[in-house]
């Protein structure tokens, strides 16, 4: 017990900044694939500018799947950005931090 209050004591003596110890934040990794996903082209058969078409049900189905992969592929990519977003944001707070700790380090 007599120990433990000696080293109670010296704790409280030394100063705190002896102990600090200033880690450098690591900077967040690109995402995988920075290329946005790539619309489907609207079929041969399809009239835009009447907005009618002269395609079989084959070639709506596929086009309609094509679209619905494309809208799945944008909000995984824009998951992917919001996520890499999110830790640069990190990154720039324990930028912060670390550049603070190392001034205190100064004193």
Known sequence: M????????????????????CSEPMAPSAPSSWSKPTKPSVPFC?????????????TITS????LQNYRYDVENYQ???QY???EAQRFVNDAYE?????????D
């Open 2 to 21: 007599k120990n433990f209050l000696v080293v109670l004591i010296i704790f409280l003596i030394i100063p705190v900044k002896v102990f600090a110890w």
């Open 46 to 58: 399809v009239n835009e500018w009447n907005n009618t078409h002269t395609c079989d049900d084959w």
């Open 63 to 66: 086009y309609n799947n094509d």
């Open 79 to 81: 998951r992917e950005l």
């Open 84 to 86: 890499y977003v999110d």
């Open 98 to 106: 670390y550049a603070n700790c190392e001034i205190r380090n100064l």
